[in-house]
């Protein structure tokens, strides 16, 4: 029946209980809920993510007609840290473009947060409190573990991802059915993690893994570890389904804007669509960020491993081909 639901009753009133946790997660933590617009003038940039545009056909004294449909809150929400409003978060939908699967739907909800003057190892500690929390909820637990990226490679795949060049990465992934034509060094760096890594990854085990390379950024600060420098972030994963992505924020403008426009020339050089830079992120920024951590997990992967299931539609009231 292509009208009915594409989640159960249970599903529906699991997703209904998690909300409600959530909350109360972070109202005992005096983080503050807040809601921030889902249209915006700019758009992400990341090369690996595709956002929706819509045209404003309102009067145009209102602004530029192109709007963005948010992949993430996350630059209003930094915003806000930059005008002073301490610890928050947003539990909402997000969107973008061609993701549509299995575990994937074009539409789906995110958890974001920021903690004032915390380090990532302090982030893990309360993402995997909610995380356990929410497994709680179902009678479950999960063990934890934590390892580096450059560690997890090493005992795993013998190669150093830190300094390993493209033609042993490639050898890595040799069996791998992917078309290579085009692929940077750190698009086969992330093959490895999800083909050969990521499967491997025990059932009922929380997983974080920290300090990835410096070309894997994205809005993350970089820090000298020994011979490399490594970007300040971490994944948290519950068997092989990845849930958050966390970063310690970068605060400096002249390089956020300069990887805006380094993911820009990529864009260019895939032929795929350039969104316009957030500049009032960059304003923002420049005006006086605070020192602080934040992470996003996704609510429907959460969900998933909740319901035990591979199919992001059983957590969803409609997936994409019902909505």
């Known amino acids: ?22 909350r109360e997660f972070f109202h005992a933590r005096n983080v503050l809920e807040v809601e921030t617009p889902m249209m915006s003038q700019a758009g992400n940039t990341d090369p690996n993510i595709a956002s929706f545009s819509l045209e404003f056909g309102g009067h145009v004294d209102a602004g530029p007609r192109q709007r963005w449909l948010r992949t993430s809150p996350e630059f209003p929400l930094k915003r806000l840290l930059a005008a002073g409003l301490g610890d928050c978060y947003e539990l909402g939908r997000v969107f973008r473009d061609g993701e549509a699967g299995g575990r994937h739907n ?4 995110m958890l974001e947060w920021y903690r004032l003057g915390w380090d990532l190892p302090q982030l893990i500690d309360e993402t995997v409190e909610l995380v356990q929390a929410a497994l709680a909820m179902i009678g479950r637990t999960a063990a934890v573990a934590r390892i580096s990226f450059r560690e997890i490679y090493r005992q795993r795949l013998g190669i150093d991802p830190m300094t390993a060049d493209e033609g042993m990465l490639r050898a890595a ?5 992917v078309d290579g034509e085009g692929l940077t060094r750190d698009d086969w760096l992330d093959l490895l993690m999800t083909h050969r890594l990521q499967p491997d990854f025990p059932a009922g085990q929380l997983l974080a893994v920290y300090d990835y390379p410096a070309s894997q950024c994205a809005l993350a600060r970089l820090r000298d570890d020994g011979d490399v420098q490594v970007s300040e972030r971490f994944e948290l994963y519950l068997g092989p389904l990845e849930l958050a992505n966390g970063y310690h924020e970068l605060a400096d403008a002249r390089e956020q804007r300069a ?24 304003d923002a920024l420049d005006a006086g960020f605070p020192d602080c951590s934040g992470v996003a997990l996704g609510v429907d992967r959460l969900l998933m491993a909740m319901l035990e299931t591979a199919r992001i539609a059983d957590a969803l009231a409609f997936d994409f081909s019902r909505a």
């Open 106 to 109: 074009p539409e789906f909800t």
């Open 173 to 177: 992934a040799a069996d791998i059915a």
């Open 259 to 282: 990887r805006f426009l380094r993911d820009i020339d990529i864009r260019r050089t895939r032929g795929i669509g350039t969104p316009a830079i957030d500049q009032s992120l960059l």
């Open 1 to 22: 029946m292509p009208w009915a639901p594409s989640a159960s009753r249970d599903a529906l009133r699991l997703r209904a209980a998690l909300n409600r946790l959530v």
